[in-house]
């Protein structure tokens, strides 16, 4: 079991960055891989981010490719969205959640049974 706090959410303009963190609960965060998805009003969660439980394995969606970066630090059980060159878009919210480290079917968030609550985003134009 492992519970998820996101924080770092808020309103940025077009272009700029901001940095949002998920806390985890428990001894055994550094056995499950991690990832952010994201809500638009309106529109279905998609996916964002994942990384695997060591960090050595990261897999973006297309739309942020190259603009976000995901990270963490398993010593604070803590993981990471850093998202440059943000854009109107990009305006969500952002859950993070955990799974068994396993690679397949990385997009679907049937496969990821602990979510956190959200962080809004917001960027203006």
């Known amino acids: 079991q492992v519970q998820l706090v996101e924080s770092g959410g808020g309103l940025v303009q077009a272009g700029g960055s901001l940095r949002i963190s998920c806390a985890a609960s428990?001894?055994?965060?550094?056995?499950?891989?991690m990832a952010w998805f994201r809500q638009a009003p309106g529109k279905e969660r998609e996916f964002v981010a994942f990384?695997?439980?060591?960090?050595?394995?990261?897999y973006y969606a297309d739309s942020v490719k190259g603009r976000f970066t995901i990270s963490r630090e398993n010593d604070k059980n803590t993981v990471y969205l850093q998202m440059n060159s943000l854009k109107p878009g990009d305006t969500a919210v952002y859950y993070c959640?955990?799974?068994?480290?396993?690679?397949?079917?990385?997009?679907?968030?049937?496969?990821?049974?602990?979510w956190g609550q959200g962080t809004q985003v917001t960027v203006s134009s």
């Open positions: 990384i695997s439980n060591n960090g050595g394995v990261t």
């Open positions: 959640a955990a799974r068994a480290n396993y690679y397949t079917n990385y997009r679907s968030q049937v496969n990821y049974p602990y």
């Open positions: 428990g001894r055994t965060f550094s056995s499950y891989a």
